[in-house]
């Protein structure tokens, strides 16, 4: 019956225990693998070569990849490229009498609204 005790009185000491171990090790290998990320200089971020550049030398593959859906479905958001009209009237896709989307263009940018019951709820960005 004794030895029931001592089981109970060091059970709780071994989960912390190991609880702290675990806590430990887990932020050591958080700071070791942040020591271990390169981070590209800012200047370098920003830089896009696009697939016109592979085309000096891959010039028969470019030719096929710019017909591809992939390239036509991501290229930058503009009035040419996106399917469907912006002019007033033409604008909606009407999904049931309370909701629809419209295609609308604020400025230089082109967005997609969500309203309902005629009132927006949601636009956002094309890019």
């Not at 020591?35 to 370098?44: I, M």
């Not at 696009?50 to 891959?58: T, V």
């Not at 009407?94 to 609308?104: D, F, G, P, R, S």
Request: charged residues 20%.
């Amino acid at each position: 019956m004794f030895t029931y005790f001592k089981k109970i009185k060091r059970q709780p000491l071994v989960i912390l225990l190991i609880s702290i171990m675990v806590y430990i090790g887990n932020v050591m290998s958080a700071s070791l693998s942040d020591a271990y990320v390169q981070k590209k200089p800012a200047s370098q971020e920003k830089k896009y070569a696009g697939s016109a550049s592979c085309a000096s030398c891959h010039n028969e593959i470019y030719k096929n990849h710019i017909q591809t859906a992939h390239y036509l479905d991501s290229r930058p958001a503009a009035r040419e490229f996106i399917k469907g009209s912006f002019a007033p009237g033409k604008n909606k896709f009407v999904y049931n009498k309370w909701m629809e989307v419209a295609l609308q263009q604020k400025e230089d940018r082109f967005f997609q609204t969500a309203l309902i019951n005629g009132i927006e709820m949601q636009s956002e960005p094309f890019d």
